[in-house]
Nanobody, 121 residues
Framework: VQLQASGGGLVQAGGSLRLSCAAS????????LAWFRQAPGKEREFVAG????????YYSDSVKARFTISRVYAKNAWYLQMNSLNAEDTAVYYC???????????????WGQGTLVTVSS
């Protein structure tokens, strides 16, 4: 099973990026899918999650109303649209998957390798 995160890069404050996570080796249609991030010197934290039905999404307070998580079942992939980026969003972003919704990092079973997002102010 492999999760491949992509889409990171350097962006100016106020800009947008769209992260993608492509999964292979297993179908994740019945899994909760999520994005986490880890800034330098900080612990990995929950950013956004979407339930297996796609009907419910969850966001950390710091990204609510700026980020949008979505999933495409046919592609076994999920995405994170990030708008109005600021310097505090600079981090390595990881995609993750598990059965059941939780914001706890240690509860996720599958992880991507991470993609770096750098926001210049």
């Amino acid at each position: 099973v492999q999760l491949q995160a992509s889409g990171g890069g350097l962006v100016q404050a106020g800009g947008s990026l769209r992260l993608s996570c492509a999964a292979s080796g297993r179908t994740f249609s019945t899994y909760t899918l999520a994005w986490f991030r880890q800034a330098p010197g900080k612990e990995r934290e929950f950013v956004a999650g979407i339930t297996k039905s796609g009907g419910n999404t969850y966001y950390s307070d710091s990204v609510k109303a700026r980020f949008t998580i979505s999933r495409v079942y046919a592609k076994n992939a999920w995405y994170l649209q990030m708008n109005s980026l600021n310097a505090e969003d600079t981090a390595v972003y990881y995609c993750a998957a598990r059965k059941g919704m939780t914001v706890r990092t240690g509860d996720y079973d599958y992880w991507g390798q991470g993609t770096l997002v750098t926001v210049s102010s």
